[in-house]
């Protein structure tokens, strides 16, 4: 993020715009993720316009399976650019 910081102001708008759009692009697409893999793995019957109990259980239990692998996922993927960040100013220092 120092990068963006060098950054003109208008310049850091555009930025941060663009990344909000990212980001919300993302949420969307591991909402659809979610909805898909649940109501495919979970749903059924088409007997009745509402879930039956067994549904509720299956889509509410993989819901939040799929939401604590994604959030782990998350948190390696935080913890694997954090260590490449290290690397790479242990690296600069290294040089200088």
């Known amino acids: 993020m120092e990068a963006v910081q060098k950054l003109a ?9 663009e ?3 990212l980001q919300l692009k993302d949420s969307l697409s591991m909402y659809n993720n979610l909805v898909y893999r649940c109501f495919d793995n979970c749903v059924t019957s088409f007997r009745s316009k509402a879930l039956d109990k067994g549904e509720v259980s299956c889509v509410e239990q993989c819901a939040a399976r799929y939401i604590k692998m ?3 996922v998350g948190l390696r993927f935080a913890e694997h650019q954090a260590l490449q ?4 100013q242990q690296q600069a220092a290294q040089q200088s």
């Open 9 to 17: 102001p208008h310049q850091q708008q555009i930025f941060m715009k």
């Open 19 to 21: 990344m909000e759009q």
């Open 70 to 72: 994604t959030q782990r």
């Open 85 to 88: 960040q290290a690397q790479q």
